[in-house]
């Protein structure tokens, strides 16, 4: 059987998102392995369209990491990373490789000029790869199996049911939603429960806010469980989002100082984006740093517009 490696090293929403490529690979008969950081291969547990090889920044270019990688002797390196790190791993790996168009220079340029914003999905960028390979088609939304057991044994071991999950954390200030208080009280108040998913830092977020706070006492992989079992999950442009819609959970995507012209925005068919359009959207393509006006404008959006979006993908 031919052998394809993808290379996706971090973060979680990058990683949840390389699984576009699964299921077109394993069509084309290709049994197909995953690079990555841990502990994000643990999102695959169940998945058995992938096997997963976990390293780390340290690991990644020592021999006994590249003596790995050898011995599997891929047919194809399909590289979705795309950094120095991958580079140098190119010249020491050598064999075939493949990676996709990142639009780098037009993302970086959409920052400071409107007609650079246009619509990209970087999971289509992903699947354009295997066209040099032959392979055509497949399903533009990411998707990760999980197995019935789990399923199972969380939804009996939670003491809800109807419920939504939210995600309260991003990586950075201008991509985090200040209101997730106000709509979990108006969630409660249509009839569902609410359940917070993320990390310790994100628990400390949630603190005080009305339903059950799981942040941080989850596997990745149960956190997808929990997030397939809710009825929807409204979050920011975060990676826990992109980990709902790969377990086919309606989404409602808050965006703040970044932008779908970024590439990381909900299919339609997936929920519902939540976009101001300032002009200063996006005001960086990873939203780091601070608002320049000071006051998060772009967030600044009515809790009841988002509860109502949540009634609407429900």
Known sequence: MKRALIIRLSSLGDVALSSVLFEPLFKAGYRTYLLTYRPYGSLFEDDPRV???ETDKKELLSEENLRKLKELDFNVVID???????FLLKRRLKGRWVSYRKESIRRRLSVYFKRFRRQFYITEAYLKILEDLGIKGGDLRPKIL??????????????????????????????????FDKVADMLKDMGYEV??????????????FPGLNLCGELSLTDVLAVLKLSRAFVG???GLLHCARAVGTSCVQIYGGTHPTLGFSLYPEEGKVVLKGLDCQPCDIHGKGRCKYGDYRCLEIDPVEIAGMVREIV
């Open 51 to 53: 096997s997963v090889i």
């Open 80 to 86: 979705i990373h795309r950094n120095i790190k991958t």
């Open 146 to 179: 999980l197995s019935e057991s789990r399923l199972r044994t969380l939804q009996e071991s939670l003491e809800i049911k109807n419920f939504v999950t939210v995600g309260v954390g991003a990586r950075y200030r201008k991509k985090a939603y200040p209101h």
């Open 195 to 208: 359940i917070y998913l993320g990390d310790e830092k994100d628990r400390k977020l949630a603190e005080g």
């Open 236 to 238: 920011n442009d975060s």
